[in-house]
């Protein structure tokens, strides 16, 4: 029963070596957070321990009746929090549960349409070497070349044309929101189904400060740890007349065991999404994006061939639009870590630049609002961010790496723990 430090001094050097990363700079890929103390607690449990395949009541193992309370709870959360008639809460990771809720409404060789991976969708919407894209027939839709945003006309002429049998509304890397009363409108005229994958913007939704998608989607489906700040895994929320093929096909269909430390540890943090300082917290996520937006768009920073994509943000990132700057993604990406910002190159729609190098950046706000920020710290980190864009060399990198140390120290992440 020796402490992680002495039975693995290295793993333990990576854990320590990690949270001071953490601590140290900036965390704004918009799909990251930091989860609470609490979530970590649970998921780092006993729980870990137990094989609980099947569901609460109908377990194939004994010994299940604490881990059925969690999982319980996890349920009821989850429904409560987005107006869900029906939750399964035990896809390992967003891929899985996007996995499973395909599997439930269609079968293979049926046909998707999604919002194409190089116009910001997602792996599990249809691309070629995912099982999205070998199991189904796939069609994509794209954004409109002049305004970057999904065009409805042109989604329903496109739905009529192909007849998929399932529509995926939802995205990794778009700054809008989606018209979903439209979508679900689309999908009744061509007789699909309505599937939305709200793994980005979930957190905003459970504030109130984004249009939910429950009500208009056959079947929802989200990871738990990008807005909504819990623990990495994912969860499927449905009509009621979806649970028994839902359940079926996330198990026994598409996993073993669920992970009974990480449900509880969903538990946890829909519990949190669902108090006053979450939604405050969205609340500065939001305000934090817009004022990135706002400095990235400014006309120092257009001369160095700088813009934001859209123009602006309705959510929690901003699209960086590097086709006329000299740096590349890659470049781009480079510099802010540099200076000590995380950040991910992303293509951005009809990106003349291969996929590895690309002509955009994904910001996003949500880490640093969990850690505190508000308005006077984004406009500082904007400006920041800004600066080092227009300059596009190190030069000033010194400086910069100053304002986000002062940044870092003003705003402690888990303070008062040691270590982990
Ligand atoms: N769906 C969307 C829209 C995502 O952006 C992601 C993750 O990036 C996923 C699903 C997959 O989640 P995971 O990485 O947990 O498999």
């Known amino acids: 029963n020796l402490p992680l430090a002495q039975l693995d001094p290295e793993i333990a050097a990576v854990l320590k070596d990690e949270l001071g990363r953490q601590r140290d700079t900036l965390e704004m890929i918009a799909s990251e957070n930091f989860a609470p103390r609490a979530v970590l607690e649970a998921q780092g449990s006993v729980l870990t321990n137990k094989y609980a395949e099947g569901y609460p009541g109908r377990r194939y193992y004994g010994g299940c009746e604490y881990v059925d309370v969690a999982e319980n709870l996890a ?22 549960a996007n996995a499973a809720a395909l599997a439930a409404m269609i079968t293979p060789g049926e046909k998707i349409l999604g919002l194409s991976l190089a116009h910001g969708g997602h792996l599990t919407h249809g691309m070629k070497l995912n099982f999205s894209g070998k199991l189904y027939q796939v069609a994509a839709y794209q954004v409109d070349p002049e305004t970057f945003r999904v065009d409805m006309d042109k989604l329903r002429e496109q739905a009529i044309v192909e007849k998929p049998q399932v529509i995926i509304a939802g995205w990794s890397a778009y700054p809008r929101h989606l018209d979903f009363a439209a979508f679900r409108s689309i999908a009744d005229e061509v007789g699909a189904l309505l ?135 890659q470049q781009a990406e480079d510099l802010l870590h540099s200076v000590g910002i995380t950040v991910n190159r992303n293509a951005v729609p009809f990106d003349p630049r291969p996929p590895m190098v690309t002509s955009g950046l994904r910001i996003g706000t949500p880490a640093l609002a969990t850690r505190g920020f508000g308005a006077a710290e984004f406009t500082e980190v904007a400006d920041i961010i800004a600066t080092a864009l227009k300059n596009g060399t190190a030069s000033d990198a010194q400086a910069l790496r100053a304002r986000v140390s002062k940044l870092t120290a003003d705003f402690p992440l888990y303070p008062g723990q040691e270590e982990w």
């Not at 959360?77 to 990771?93: I, T």
């Not at 006309?299 to 700057?325: I, M, P």
């Open 75 to 96: 349920i009821e959360r989850v429904k409560a929090l987005f107006g869900a008639e029906y939750a399964n809460v035990q896809p390992h990771s967003g891929a899985q």
């Open 195 to 329: 599937w939305t994958d709200m793994a980005h913007f979930a957190g905003l939704v459970a504030a109130g400060l984004h249009p939910s998608p429950v009500p208009y989607s056959d079947v929802v489906t989200s990871t738990v740890h990008k807005t909504l700040a819990g623990p990495r895994s994912g969860v499927i929320l449905a009509k009621q007349e979806w649970a028994k093929k839902i359940n079926s096909a996330v198990f026994p269909g598409q996993q073993g065991g669920p992970l009974m430390h990480v449900i509880a540890a969903k538990a946890v943090a829909f519990k949190v999404a669902g108090g006053a300082e979450f939604k405050e917290r969205q609340g500065r996520v939001l305000e934090g994006a817009k004022i990135l937006a706002e400095r990235l768009n400014a006309d120092d920073v257009a001369q160095a061939g700088v813009s934001v994509l859209t123009g602006g943000t309705d959510v929690h990132l901003v699209l960086v639009d590097l086709r006329n700057s000299e740096l590349d993604g």
